[in-house]
């Protein structure tokens, strides 16, 4: 009987100290809902003083733009095949600046991501400062490095692909790291017992085992990194970005040539999203069915 007693006060403990866990917790989340809307309704009166007009008195203007342009393509639409054509080499040039700073980045990514990886790294202590190199990479934005390099080397694509480039390889980096630590370490083993070195070991032992992970992220990125030439053009990069800013700087006149970038930026970032897509999901799933199948 005081065995019973016993155990149901403890019971009655654990539930009490239960309850009493859930009400910190909800009170908890709820200082900090509060402490973020401050810093959300602080950071917006911020920059509501800071604008040259107010954001609720412009709002109505929000779609002056997108109808300005929209009239102007319709009126003009007789000339926007020939736009296309002429303004199809500075697509060619962005997606070029996206697809060397995508390979550029992925190589080194990889390169770093298998020093940084536990059971694989040749030399331990690099973990710790190259996993900060790729957090910095990360961490500053495409565009910041890209006005850094502008001002270093003057306009055009060298400083949008080296930007991009450099943020590839601190995403990639990261990513490609978390994929090594799900590969076996078995054939690693093996390589290291008939005498393979490092390069040896994970060129044929860790590599083939991740590659379409690999090869899946890199397209995702390459998806990313169009975008992200295009928007870089703005700040004087080269590419279809610039041509965009002069045409949309240039006011009423220019908005049927804007329209034709706009439309063969969209139709560019859906065909290579719909290609990446599709050679994603071969990668994963045919190399799932061959591990099926074996």
């Known amino acids: 009987m005081a065995d019973a007693q016993q155990s149901h006060a403890a019971a009655a403990d654990v539930s009490t100290t239960y309850l009493a866990q859930i009400k910190a ?11 973020f809307l401050a810093l959300f309704m602080s950071g917006f009166a911020t920059a509501e003083s800071r604008n040259a007009g ?51 980045g992925a190589l ?12 694989f790294a040749p030399v331990t202590w690099l973990i710790g400062p190259l996993r900060r190199v790729l957090d910095i990479f990360r961490a500053v934005p495409e565009i910041v490095i890209a006005l850094v390099l502008i ?20 995403a990639l980096g990261k990513l490609f790291s978390e994929v090594n630590e799900n590969a076996s370490l078995k ?23 991740v590659a379409p992970n690999y090869l899946s ?33 240039w006011g009423v006149g220019k908005y049927d040539e804007a329209a034709a970038i706009f439309l063969l930026l969209f139709g560019t970032i859906v065909l290579v999203d719909q290609v990446s897509s599709l050679l994603r999901n071969r990668l994963t799933h045919g190399t799932q069915n061959i591990e099926a199948t074996i």
């Open 54 to 104: 107010g954001f609720l008195e412009g709002l109505g203007n929000i779609f002056d733009f997108p109808a300005a342009m929209w009239s102007e393509a319709v009126e003009r639409s007789h000339l926007l095949p020939g736009y296309l054509v002429q303004y199809f080499p500075s697509l060619v040039e962005t997606v070029n600046i996206a697809a060397a700073s995508t390979l550029l």
């Open 187 to 209: 054939p690693v083993e093996g390589l290291a017992s008939t005498g393979a070195n490092w390069t040896q070991r994970m060129m044929l032992g860790v590599i083939p085992q």
């Open 151 to 170: 001002f270093m080397l003057g306009g055009g694509p060298v400083p949008a692909m080296i930007a991009i480039a450099l943020h590839t390889v601190g």
């Open 217 to 249: 992220y890199a397209l995702l990125r390459f998806e990313i990194n169009i975008r992200a030439s295009a928007i870089l053009g703005f700040v004087g990069a080269g590419g279809i970005g610039y041509d965009l800013r002069n045409t949309m700087s």
């Open 108 to 119: 080194a990514g990889l390169v770093i991501s298998l020093l940084v990886t536990r059971g």
């Open 25 to 35: 917790k909800r009170l908890m989340n709820f200082i900090l809902l509060i402490v």
